[in-house]
């Protein structure tokens, strides 16, 4: 087990991210030597490697030990550690199976986990056999980093008293988290107007999972009351807004050689932003109408994007 | 919270079959209830209701009380049948992703999920954007479901003893079922006479995930020593690959109106099965490439299935 030295302070986020990074690293080392003992391929573990100790923020895991340290810092560091690799692992399984729903090539400048098991399975396979092996691939894979990702929590070495508080937060995140996938599903390839409602998508998906729970979770882990839970809550979630805000503008404007992502993706998915929404409200009938042919063309390309822009 | 009977007798299946049942459809409706309060669609608990209220059969529920019962009933039966309802949570995931991945048409006789949202987002929006959508919706009401199999879990009532008992199993049991399911993947499409790798998904897949797990989970709960789960271990592998090899033959020679699955299935996805392997090994050359050009056509019909059997 990683040791955690008994000073270490938890405000040092840099040295929090080090810590959480090497608790993945070792999960994952002790994942892949059961499998080879079992002679199970070796690809599994290795993705995952791949895709958790490149290239990530850590956003999740540093905010919930945030939320402990800000609710007292009750009980060890080392179990929050863990919890807090917990949520970056879930975090995996969300993105693995989100890129797949919209067929993104790239993630963090890389090929995504569906494209690159499709590419392993192309010599000798038809490319419908390929694509569909990366699809079967990615969603299991994603399966497991859920499945693993509880098996962080439960051997996180934590009380029976700090796991009773920390469960509800747990299903109540993953609940919120994944019907705001669905609303996004939902609403994606219908370009709207309504502000309202691409608010909503943000508030389960990014404000409430990103920011709001990672605090709850790591605060319930030092017992905090309601008071400290609400006041996390009026931080978290016009931030969690906020940073999404700026995510859908960046997924526009941004640079794909530092966001990492196609900068084409959010237009050709038609994804229900507030910055299409605000978009169709202030263009003229003929503006909207070109908006609306543009948006949720998969062939769209860099002229028609410069077009929308 | 429904209640059981004190003197309910977990030897009783059929009643125990109603009290999983009721379990289930009382979480669901709750689900449903806090979505229609927070304006969240309703057709994912509604789908979810749909498969696990009807014709499932409550294996992996019933061999978790009978494992309890087993290993000496200790503690109270109420925790114990929601802990089986968890498993047949996770069991309604897992099949949504298979018949996801397989690309089925049905199940228990009716549509499988993705096919359901692929139809209801036929209106309006092409074929290609259909199946997408339907792909999608599968991915996430199966996920939907991991997470809340683990919240039935969550909120059985379970002693910290009890839980601490029963969840290295279930960690076992997911890690184990997730690699049998791309080893199935894997082995897709390549018709083989291995024998032996033909059974190692098959032990993976089915002997320890429908058998030997769901008994470990019922007899931890009873606090079950290793003398105990080493002879669940015997009785439920061998039971295991018998209920997979019956399952391989109904899957070809089985009828539909009886199976609820189309009995072209199997040999569409070239399924790497021991019947198949079997099959190649007793053949002539000639009728090993007339066996490889039929398997794993997905334009396979009644003809050339008639022809393999």
């Known amino acids: 087990m990683a040791s955690v030295a008994l000073d270490a302070d938890p405000a040092d986020l840099v040295s929090m991210r080090g810590h959480v990074t090497a608790l993945l690293a070792e999960f994952l080392d002790r994942k892949a030597r059961t499998a080879a003992a079992h002679e199970l391929p070796s690809e599994i573990t290795e993705t995952l490697r791949d895709f958790l100790l490149f290239g990530g923020k850590l956003l999740r895991p540093l905010l919930c030990v945030t939320g402990w340290h800000a609710a007292g810092s009750n009980g060890g560091l080392r179990p929050v550690l863990q919890v807090a690799a917990s949520l970056e692992m879930f975090h995996a399984f969300a993105l693995i199976h989100d890129d797949l729903m919209d067929d993104s090539a790239t993630r963090r400048g890389r090929p995504t986990v569906h494209r690159v098991f499709t590419a392993r399975h192309t010599g000798g396979h038809s490319e419908r056999a390929a694509a569909h092996f990366g699809a079967g691939a990615a969603i299991l894979i994603g399966d497991l980093a859920l499945a693993w990702s509880d098996e962080l929590l439960h051997t996180a070495g934590l009380a029976p008293r700090q796991l009773a508080c920390v469960l509800p937060h747990l299903d109540a995140m993953r609940t919120e988290v994944m019907y705001g996938q669905y609303l996004d599903l939902l609403t994606a390839g219908r370009p709207t ?117």
Do not use: M, W
Request: hydrophobic content about 45%; glycine content about 8%.
């Open 193 to 309: 107007a309504d502000v309202d409602a691409a608010l909503t998508v943000v508030r389960y998906k990014t404000a409430k999972y990103t920011l709001e729970r990672p605090l709850h979770l790591g605060a319930a882990l030092a017992g905090a009351d309601r008071t400290v839970l609400g006041a996390c809550t009026d931080y978290a979630l016009p931030l969690g807004e906020a940073y999404q805000l700026r995510d859908d503008l960046l997924g526009v404007f941004g640079s794909p050689a530092q966001t990492g992502k196609s900068a084409l993706d959010d237009l050709r998915d038609a994804k229900a932003t507030v910055l299409i929404a605000l978009a169709l409200q202030a263009a003229s009938p003929a503006q909207a109408d070109r908006l609306r042919a543009l948006i949720g063309n998969p062939r769209l390309g860099e002229d028609g994007a410069t077009d929308v822009a």
